[in-house]
Nanobody, 123 residues
Framework: VQLQASGGGLVQAGGSLRLSCAASGRAFSAGAMGWFRQAPGKEHEFVAAISGSGATTYNTDSVRGRFTISKDNAKNTVYLQMNSLKPEDTAVYYC?????????????????WGQGTQVTVSS
């Protein structure tokens, strides 16, 4: 399984970005996908996850109402639409995949990881 994240960049506070994560090498629609982030000097933090079918999503409290996770099984891609960005959202964002279709928020329960994409929000 290979995951390729893209879409990061520099944006002003209040702006938007859409991250993409393209998956290959597995039955993409079967497993749950998630986004995590890591700010400098901090641990990995769960951001959002979506079930294999796409019917269930879950966001962490700090991004709820601002970020939306979605997936396109035909394109083997999961997205993270980030609106109303804040400087505290600055981090490297990683996508992850699990073999199970169930949404989870724990980093260790994901089986595959992609490389990160940097998101920087200026004040």
């Amino acid at each position: 399984v290979q995951l390729q994240a893209s879409g990061g960049g520099l944006v002003q506070a209040g702006g938007s970005l859409r991250l993409s994560c393209a998956a290959s090498g597995r039955a993409f629609s079967a497993g749950a996908m998630g986004w995590f982030r890591q700010a400098p000097g901090k641990e990995h933090e769960f951001v959002a996850a979506i079930s294999g079918s796409g019917a269930t999503t879950y966001n962490t409290d700090s991004v709820r109402g601002r970020f939306t996770i979605s997936k396109d099984n035909a394109k083997n891609t999961v997205y993270l639409q980030m609106n109303s960005l804040k400087p505290e959202d600055t981090a490297v964002y990683y996508c992850a995949a699990r073999r199970s279709s169930t949404v989870v928020t724990t980093l260790q329960r994901y089986d595959y990881w992609g490389q990160g994409t940097q998101v920087t929000v200026s004040s």
